[in-house]
């Protein structure tokens, strides 16, 4: 099948910003926005193909019809493996961590979430919160938790824009105000709050929190939040493959799995076989596993490829 844009499912909390509106294309209709969900076949967003034999179907629908365009292997049962957002943060997200497969599968029947932020702009003095500064026992981290001094334990990070981060599950992590990032991660909507700022929700109530599980879960010790990188890969993991780029670029597809294209910067043309389209910054294009045909990306833009 040939290549193909997904329509993006848009999220507001309480905590975005204008950012995607103002700067990244994002028509959500409201006045602000939180997550703009890029690649998703999830039950809490679902992608609309808006090209080729499947338009207008849902991901979630045309992978079970076509699983090819995942990859040779992947059968309609299965899960699509990866999600891709971008997100803008006014305010604070909460504290949170996420379980590994295995917890997960256990306690939520849902796989868990290894995550890996790139971070696109950011104000003067953004940070975000990774991992612990030193080891600490479980005890330690429950003290923490209950006398709301969990940051003070927290490895505070500035950021930078080109900044890349991983996330593996069981790391505590949390994004400050002013950032603006694309997240990769599993297919999963999973989290863990640990500690929310005292905040309410459009309820007026506390929103709720997840101590119990997050003990079970969180990683005591540091993590090495920053991944190895080379070349044009800013990510390899078990999950998945993030490699920035700079057009031109070309490549032959190998049926080996589906690329996912992201424009963060500039203004390009996509090509392959008789499909083309321009991208600009927040444009996305889907490139299936079993495209026969070379692609092709010329002009000025910067782009992420996601790839398991």
Known sequence: MLPFRLKPVYKNYLWGGKNLIASWGKDSGTETLAESWELASHKDGDNIILDGPCKNMKLSEAVKVHPEIVSPSFKPEDTFPLMVKLIDSQLPLSVQVHPDNKYAMIHEHSIGKVESWYILNHEEGAYIYLGLK???????????I?????????????????????????????????????????????????YDYGRVGADGKP???HIAKALDVASLNPV??????????????????????????????NN?????????????EFRCSDVSYGLRK??????????????????NGEFLITSE
């Open 256 to 268: 080996e799995g589906f690329r996912f294209i992201l424009c963060i910067e500039g203004e390009c």
């Open 224 to 253: 090495n939040i920053k991944p190895a990188q080379s070349g044009n890969v800013i990510v390899e993991c078990n999950e998945f493959r993030v490699e920035r780029i700079h057009a031109p670029y070309s490549c032959k597809m």
């Open 146 to 194: 209950m006398n709301n001094t969990l940051t003070d334990i927290l490895n505070k990070i500035y950021v930078e824009d080109g900044d890349t981060f991983f996330i593996p599950a069981g790391t505590i992590h949390a994004i400050g105000e002013g950032v603006t990032l694309a997240e990769i991660q599993e297919n999963s909507n999973l989290t863990y709050r640990v």
């Open 207 to 209: 929103r709720e929190l």
């Open 134 to 144: 030193h080891s600490i026992t479980r005890s330690e981290l429950k003290d923490a």
């Open 282 to 299: 927040g444009g996305n294009v889907f490139v299936p596993s079993d495209c026969e045909n070379e692609f092709a990306i010329d002009g």
